[in-house]
């Protein structure tokens, strides 16, 4: 199921182009060795319906060597957009991440094209990003922030 989300050209229109399934086979091989891995790495969790149990999508933290921030992300099935399930999904992950891991800040990137994610993260309290380095932005993506409690 994870694997299938990398093939669909409607999810991955706004993320990247969608791979084979050759190619999201190995992806979804790399998250389960990193999530075997101790921090700093990026863990992908699934998300599943709270009342019938489904798949409805992953998320992740992405956290670098060094400093006490990390990238989240989450791509949901189709069927699972609107009903919710990004809003707790990535709220209890962001709130995971900054009270259970300590974490000072959470940061989203997302292309700007994405409004969804936009209000999505902004009615989770993110708040667009006043700095990126300058050799990391890229103005075709939004950056949203997430500082710890």
């Not at 409805?56 to 099935?77: D, P, S, T, V």
């Given at each position: 199921?994870?694997?299938?989300?990398?093939?669909?050209?409607?999810?991955?229109?706004?993320?990247?182009?969608?791979?084979?399934?050759?190619?999201?086979?190995?992806?979804?091989?790399?998250?389960?060795?990193?999530?075997?891995?101790?921090?700093?790495?990026?863990?992908?969790?699934?998300?599943?319906?709270a009342d019938?149990?489904?798949?409805?999508?992953?998320?992740?933290?992405?956290?670098?060597?060094?400093?006490?921030?990390?990238?989240?992300?989450?791509?949901?099935?189709?069927?699972?957009?609107?009903?919710?399930?990004?809003?707790?999904?990535?709220?209890?992950?962001?709130?995971?991440?900054?009270?259970?891991?300590?974490?000072?800040?959470?940061?989203?990137?997302?292309?700007?094209?994405?409004?969804?994610?936009?209000?999505?993260?902004?009615?989770?309290?993110?708040?667009?990003?006043?700095?990126?380095?300058?050799?990391?932005?890229?103005?075709?993506f939004f950056?949203?922030?997430?500082?710890?409690?």
């Open positions: 199921m994870t694997a299938a989300l990398y093939q669909d050209s409607k999810i991955m229109r706004l993320i990247g182009n969608p791979l084979s399934e050759a190619k999201s086979s190995a992806v979804v091989s790399q998250f389960l060795k990193n999530n075997q891995k101790p921090w700093p790495v990026q863990k992908v969790w699934a998300i599943t319906s019938s149990n489904t798949f409805c999508g992953i998320q992740m933290l992405r956290k670098e060597a060094g400093i006490n921030e990390a990238e989240i992300g989450i791509i949901l099935r189709r069927e699972a957009n609107g009903r919710g399930v990004a809003v707790e999904a990535m709220g209890a992950l962001a709130h995971f991440g900054l009270s259970t891991l300590g974490l000072t800040a959470i940061t989203a990137t997302f292309d700007k094209k994405h409004l969804a994610t936009k209000r999505l993260v902004t009615k989770l309290g993110f708040e667009e990003s006043t700095f990126v380095e300058p050799k990391k932005a890229d103005s075709r950056y949203y922030h997430l500082k710890g409690y």
